[in-house]
T-cell receptor, first 116, second 114 residues
Framework: AQTVTQSQPEMSVQEAETVTLSCTYD???????LFWYKQPPSRQMILVIR??????QNATENRFSVNFQKAAKSFSLKISDSQLGDAAMYFC?????????????FGKGTHLIIQP | DGGITQSPKYLFRKEGQNVTLSCEQN?????MYWYRQDPGQGLRLIYY???????QKGDIAEGYSVSREKKESFPLTVTSAQKNPTAFYLC?????????????FGPGTRLTVT
């Protein structure tokens, strides 16, 4: 079974600064998908960014980018120019690419605090 | 507007009673999922379904049951056999099959059992 580990229960960053959230995972599969989801106080889960394991290029979405290190099984999220609206729980998630409709395996999350 | 609805937002039950949580989607997705979230924990998969009349157990299916009689609906029943039913429950849907498809989540139902 796959596992996802987020080693930082809480992170704090000054507004407009850059912060990196860590995620490592364990799998024996060679092809899979990785995601970062955001859960603000409303508790609505929102997709931030996604990465296919076979792609070497790191995914980017505006101020959000990832550092995907497949050999190290690491998938960190970098948030540039942090904004107050970025304050939320952030979850790293893994999904097999074996077809069908497998669910996501989530880490325990990192609570991101933005200091004004 | 396309999306996923879950009702009710808050649900209270007495111990020993079964309770059914509703999940409806109008995104025309084949795949649907139920997750449970506890404080300080990530989401854990309870059940998922790829297609009507078919569903699979997730990591923590004990004490739960589901049905998938319609493409749009995937209700979850929390039975009296579930030892710690108080939690936040999230329903999601996605396109089924291979591909890096996003799972879209509903707003969740907070279940409290006393």
């Amino acid at each position: 079974a796959q596992t996802v580990t987020q080693s930082q229960p809480e992170m704090s960053v000054q507004e407009a600064e850059t912060v990196t959230l860590s995620c490592t995972y364990d799998t024996s599969e060679s092809d899979y998908y990785l995601f970062w989801y955001k859960q603000p106080p409303s508790r609505q889960m929102i997709l931030v960014i996604r990465q296919e394991a076979y792609k070497q290029q790191n995914a980017t979405e505006n101020r959000f980018s990832v550092n995907f290190q497949k050999a190290a099984k690491s998938f960190s999220l970098k948030i540039s120019d942090s904004q107050l609206g970025d304050a939320a729980m952030y979850f790293c998630a893994y999904r097999s690419s074996g077809g069908g409709a497998d669910g996501l395996t989530f880490g325990k999350g990192t609570h991101l605090i933005i200091q004004p | 507007d396309g999306g996923i609805t879950q009702s009710p937002k808050y649900l209270f039950r007495k111990e020993g009673q079964n309770v059914t949580l509703s999940c409806e989607q109008n995104l025309n997705h084949d795949a649907m999922y139920w997750y449970r979230q506890d404080p300080g924990q990530g989401l854990r998969l309870i059940y998922y379904s790829q297609i009507v009349n078919d569903f699979q157990k997730g990591d923590i299916a004990e004490g739960y049951s589901v049905s998938r009689e319609k493409k749009e609906s995937f209700p979850l029943t929390v039975t009296s056999a579930q030892k710690n039913p108080t939690a936040f429950y999230l329903c999601a849907s996605s396109i089924a099959g291979q591909g890096i498809y996003e799972q879209y989540f509903g707003p969740g139902t907070r279940l409290t059992v006393t």
